[in-house]
């Protein structure tokens, strides 16, 4: 079993940046792929980014390319999504997720998840 608590969300204004954190526990943190997933009010979860056991391969949605940038740290068992140039459309809860090797980590196919963390932009 994999734990998975995220930190680092707050409200912050258009054009803000923040930075979310998860930690993990309970795996080798270097077999598990991690991703960030959001979900806005009254809509469906929806992928963000993820990044391989060791970090060489990272994926993103289009519409936060070149915004976010996510990395890891497995030294610490951490994930953290770097997150720039904020729009209120990137108001969400955004969830740390989790999965065993590095296939189909772009989407929503995701073993573990935390409980995530509101992000509030306001314009």
């Known amino acids: 079993q994999v734990q998975l608590v995220e930190s680092g969300g707050g409200l912050v204004q258009a054009g803000g940046s923040l930075r979310l954190s998860c930690a993990a526990s309970?795996?080798?943190?270097?077999?598990?792929?991690m991703g960030w997933v959001r979900q806005a009010p009254g809509k469906e979860r929806e992928f963000v980014a993820a990044?391989?056991?060791?970090?060489?391969?990272?994926y993103y949605t289009d519409s936060v390319k070149g915004r976010f940038t996510i990395s890891r740290d497995n030294a610490k068992n951490m994930v953290y999504l770097q997150m720039h140039s904020l729009k209120p459309e990137d108001t969400a809860v955004y969830f740390c997720?989790?999965?065993?090797?590095?296939?189909?980590?772009?989407?929503?196919?995701?073993?573990?998840w935390g409980q995530g963390t509101q992000v509030t932009v306001s314009s």
């Open positions: 997720a989790a999965k065993i090797g590095r296939v189909g980590l772009v989407g929503l196919d995701y073993t573990y």
């Open positions: 990044i391989s056991g060791y970090g060489g391969y990272t």
């Open positions: 309970g795996r080798t943190f270097s077999s598990l792929g």
